[in-house]
Nanobody
Framework: QVQLVESGGGLVQAGGSLRLSCAAS????????MGWFRQAPGKEREFVAT????????YYADSVKGRFTISRDNAKNTGYLQMNSLKPEDTAVYYC?????????????????WGQGTQVTVSS
């Protein structure tokens, strides 16, 4: 099993920044993919960004490209989502997820392990 714990959410004004962290523990894999998703009230969970642990290749949703940056710290087994120029429409619960399959996956069904989520609220 893999445990994922998110932190770093909060309330921020539009134009501000937040950095989310996702600490992974438990079973380890030689390579895997970590993703960030978000879910706003009444909406489906949507893809935000993903990173392959070995190599670090990344992919972003068009809605966050140029504003959000996904990264990882191998030594700490922790992933990050740096969110800049936040907009009210970024308000959601943000979840990190992981899968031992390193192939690019952009849907929630492609991930096996999930964190508990952290609330991000952007005020206008």
């Amino acid at each position: 099993q893999v445990q994922l714990v998110e932190s770093g959410g909060g309330l921020v004004q539009a134009g501000g920044s937040l950095r989310l962290s996702c600490a992974a523990s438990g079973r380890t894999f030689s390579d895997y993919r970590m993703g960030w998703f978000r879910q706003a009230p009444g909406k489906e969970r949507e893809f935000v960004a993903t990173i392959r642990w070995r190599g670090g290749d990344t992919y972003y949703a068009d809605s966050v490209k140029g504003r959000f940056t996904i990264s990882r710290d191998n030594a700490k087994n922790t992933g990050y989502l740096q969110m800049n120029s936040l907009k009210p429409e970024d308000t959601a619960v943000y979840y990190c997820a992981a899968t031992p399959n390193a192939i690019l996956r952009l849907t929630p069904s492609g991930y096996n392990y999930w964190g508990q989520g952290t609330q991000v609220t952007v005020s206008s």
